[in-house]
């Protein structure tokens, strides 16, 4: 896990850890376990209104970016960055995420 603050944010050391973080999962994943478009519904339900889009599709990379005007998350096969605070719903969708488009099941 590593923390990106935004400019102006670094001394708001009490978020750290709860916005603005980068997970990487899997370095060496390319592709999803699971269509992109599953990720893009789950989003829509989970996290309401949200825009999604296809991101990062080079190289037979795929991503996924979830979005409003405010803050994006974006998904890719080896990691996933989330551009804003941790809500219950920012929490939940990525726990989803675990589970379901990294596999990480839990015990």
Same mark, same amino acid.
């Given at each position: ?12 050391? =009490? @978020?750290? /850890? ?8 899997? #370095? $060496?994943? &390319? ?13 829509? =339900? @989970?996290? /309401? ?8 599709? #080079? $190289?037979? &990379? ?46």
């Amino acid at each position: 896990i590593v923390n990106f603050p935004k400019e102006g944010r670094i001394e708001e050391y =009490e @978020m750290y /850890g709860k916005r603005d973080l980068s997970l990487i999962v899997d #370095y $060496e994943r &390319k592709r999803f376990p699971m269509d992109r478009e599953i990720i893009k519904q789950k989003a829509v =339900e @989970m996290l /309401g209104d949200v825009k999604t889009e296809d991101a990062y599709m #080079y $190289e037979n &990379k795929e991503g996924v970016r979830v979005f409003t005007d405010n803050w994006k998350i974006d998904i890719l096969p080896h990691s996933v960055h989330i551009w804003t605070e941790f809500d219950e719903n920012v929490t939940a969708f990525c726990n989803w995420l675990m589970e379901n488009a990294y596999e990480m099941k839990k015990k």
